[in-house]
């Protein structure tokens, strides 16, 4: 079975639900504490074993390819004032010299069209898909938890998360079969069913092993919802065909593409980080906000 080295970042939408604040600064650029949610994205990436970074990129998204490359003003003057801790943050946030791959999607179509726009790099290898403004945080990474799936069953697999019943109509859910030592085989994909149609509480979350077939399926693939060619309806079309399974992912999810989701995100990482945690708090207190520890 073929080891996945390889993770496409969709970095092309438009981040209309954080405008006016997504109109000059990348949605994945948004910092969470202090850190842009793209720099998450990686790290879990190459934690994950993953030595190709993919990023399908649009117009007005320069910042993420800056991000990515060395700042050598910068860290010429942060060595001159002897900020060794800085430089050496810079220097870890830095992928390996040519691992690093930019493409661009002229138009935003969809997720699905973001994805196919890879293609050409991907070649014919399984690969992963991360969402970047999809933040999971915990002790382990989501991407490694996928890829250390993929090496027991190879195949296909989505990432899914048990939600409340009442909110299945905000999300794609799964339609479950089988389950077998924590993999649960996918039977279907359904976009946003209601609480009383919906085949299961599995939410579908942004971090996927594909085999390189999607790229036959988001070939032709119509535009769906939203009237965007969408992911989840091309990967609909490979089950079936293909082994698909599910397995439910640990850590906590935050989507950053919501204002909500993006205050809750800095929050709770800033409430887990020792070194920012005592400060917020004693903040949040003066706020007449207590949280328990
Ligand atoms: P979203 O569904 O969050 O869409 O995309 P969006 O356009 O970024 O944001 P809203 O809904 O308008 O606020 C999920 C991921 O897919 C990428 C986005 O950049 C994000 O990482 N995407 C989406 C593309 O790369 N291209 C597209 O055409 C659409």
């Known amino acids: 079975m073929k080891p996945i080295r390889k993770a496409v970042f969709p970095v092309a939408g438009l981040g209309t639900r954080i405008l006016p604040a997504t109109k000059t600064i990348e949605k994945e650029m948004l910092p969470i504490v202090d850190r842009p949610l793209i720099q ?7 934690a994950a074993g993953i030595d190709t970074f993919i990023f399908v990129t649009g117009r007005g998204k320069e910042a993420i390819e800056d991000h990515f490359d060395i700042s050598y003003e910068l860290e010429d003057t942060l060595k001159k004032r002897g900020k060794t801790a800085e430089l050496d943050a810079l ?20 997720l699905g069209h973001a994805v196919w726009c890879a293609r050409r790099i991907v070649g014919e290898e399984p690969f992963v898909v991360i969402l970047p403004d999809e933040l999971i945080y915990g002790p382990l990474g989501a991407t490694a938890q996928l890829t250390a799936a993929h090496e027991q069953r190879g195949g296909n697999l989505v990432s899914v998360l048990d939600i409340p019943r009442e909110a299945t109509g905000s999300y794609g859910v799964i339609a479950p079969g089988e389950e077998c030592y924590g993999v649960i085989e996918v ?4 976009e946003k069913p209601k609480p009383e149609d919906a085949p299961s509480t599995l939410m579908l979350v942004g971090r996927y092993v594909l085999q390189p077939e999607i790229f036959s399926k988001l070939e032709d693939q119509k535009p769906g919802a939203g009237n965007e060619i969408q992911l989840t309806d ?12 599910a397995i439910p992912i640990a850590g906590r999810r935050y989507d950053c593409g919501s204002k909500a989701g993006f205050l809750a995100a800095n929050l709770m990482v800033g ?6 945690a005592p400060a917020l708090r004693a903040l949040l207190k003066a706020e007449g906000l207590d949280l328990p520890s």
């Open 187 to 190: 039977r279907g994909l359904v």
């Open 40 to 46: 998450y994205a990686l790290d879990e990436a190459r």
């Open 271 to 276: 409430l887990s980080r020792p070194d920012i």
């Open 91 to 110: 220097a870890a946030s830095l992928p390996g010299a040519g691992d690093a791959i930019f493409v661009r999607q002229q138009r935003p179509l969809g």
């Open 234 to 245: 091309a990967m609909a079309r490979l089950i079936g065909e293909q082994p698909f399974n």
